[in-house]
């Protein structure tokens, strides 16, 4: 066997931004996630870690999941580097891009969950994992008589939650390394099941006369499940808006859930977004949905009956068809509670204390718990511990195995 390097070229104390690198002797390399920081501005566009060397080629740059802090400087590699991701993961980050930047060229190719594929002398195996990105993966690679795991992002807690418990009752043998988030450390983020989140979603559309605005990611499938199950059992109908249909028109042929045209799902035909997506040359995704559609102005009739997506693009065109809210509504933060101190969170907050409709937040996770994090360190018992995603990792060592803690830019040798 020989030396292996792994380095943390960013989010060795930070949550997000994640770039990693394993290296052999003979100079392979193999590069987890390039993830755009999360504390940079939209307005800015960050840069790769400086650390990172452009100049050589890589066998393979390995996107854990489809969320920007893992994949949002992808553009800036070299278009020589081979990429690799779930394959809805793929069609997500080109979906988002598309909509939200400029479209993303470069090819990407795809693995299957357990699978093993070669990347030069790398053995690597992609573990679908469960976390609040849909087609989130754990990933194991060996190399040179070395097994390392990347824990990607993920949590104990959502619908897919069997897939860490079965991983944790068989663990990988002999593990030199585990990369490891750590972005609950410190913080008291809800943590409950997405089934408990669901009866929450009952109870409170039981118990609100009038509608029931909810802001929540479009690509956070499992809150998109639980709110169509709660509107199910209530009687109510979900209403999202066109870039949420897309969405889960596009992934319906990978995982049972709500699709355009089911009883209690109405797709919002927005002017602003309709007009978004004419600017995009998408005409044909509003043309598909017209006939799932609602307009918003229905929703300013027989309130009771509606639970509606919220986000600050449509606010204006919600206000402008009569929909503005009152205290008969109730509006839901389904999001981290921290976004409601940023722009959009804000604007959205501040609408809704316009019109005195009252608030709730009902959330959970993301990300494992500090104790669920203990936990898997400690069935998985690497050799190494290397700590990534979090920023409270100095503050609580204790429970966690064989840590070595990294700055950025910095390695270890296993």
Not at 10 to 24: H, V
Not at 203 to 208: A, I, N
Not at 272 to 291: C, P, S
Request: proline share 6%; net charge neutral; aromatic share 8%.
């Amino acid at each position: 066997m020989s030396d292996v390097r792994i380095t943390i070229h960013r989010a060795a104390s930070e949550i997000g931004g994640n770039c990693i690198e394993i290296t052999t002797e003979d100079g392979a390399r193999l590069i987890l996630d390039v993830g755009r920081p999360l504390d940079v501005p939209e307005s800015l566009e960050p840069q790769l870690p400086a650390s990172l060397d452009l100049s050589k080629p890589v066998e393979g740059v390995l996107l854990s999941h489809p969320h920007q802090d893992h994949y949002g400087l992808l553009q800036q590699l070299p278009t020589s580097w081979p990429v690799f991701s779930g394959d809805a993961a793929a069609k997500l980050i080109r979906l988002t891009s598309e909509i939200i930047h400029e479209p993303i060229t470069r090819s990407i190719s795809t693995w299957l969950s357990g699978s093993p594929f070669p990347a030069g002398p790398f053995r690597i195996t992609p573990l679908l994992t469960d976390h609040s990105a849909f087609d989130a993966y754990m990933i194991q690679i060996e190399v040179a008589g070395k097994k390392i795991l990347y824990s990607g992002d993920f949590r104990t807690h959502g619908r897919k939650k069997a897939l860490v418990e079965r991983l944790m009752a068989s663990p990988p043998e002999n593990l030199d390394a585990l990369i490891m988030e750590g972005t609950n450390l410190g913080s008291d983020k809800p943590c409950i099941s997405e089934s408990t989140l669901e009866e929450q979603f009952v109870d409170l559309f039981q118990k609100t006369a009038g509608r029931v605005f909810v802001a929540w990611s479009a690509q956070n499938l499992d809150r998109t499940v639980s709110l169509y199950r709660a509107c199910k059992k209530t009687g109510r109908t979900l209403v999202v808006d066109l870039y949420t249909a897309e969405v889960l028109e596009m992934l319906g042929e990978h995982a049972k859930i709500p699709q355009p045209g089911w009883p209690n799902l109405k797709v919002v035909i927005t002017s602003r977004l309709a007009e978004f997506y004419r600017r995009k040359g998408r005409e044909d995704v509003t043309e598909r949905m017209v006939a799932h559609g609602i307009s918003a102005q229905r929703l300013a009739e027989t309130p009771g009956r509606w639970v509606v997506m919220t986000r600050g693009s449509l606010l204006g065109d919600y206000e402008r068809k009569g929909v503005a809210p009152n205290a008969s509504d109730v509006w839901v933060w389904s999001m981290w509670r921290g976004y409601l101190e940023k722009t959009p969170g804000q604007g959205v907050k501040a609408w809704f204390d316009s019109f005195g409709a009252p608030s709730a937040h009902l959330h959970t996770s993301g990300h494992a718990s500090t104790a669920d994090l203990k936990e898997f360190a400690q069935k998985m018992n690497p050799k190494v511990l290397l700590p990534v995603h979090g920023t409270a990792w100095t503050l609580g060592m204790d429970g966690f195995p064989n840590i070595a803690k990294l700055e950025d830019g910095h390695f270890v040798t296993i």
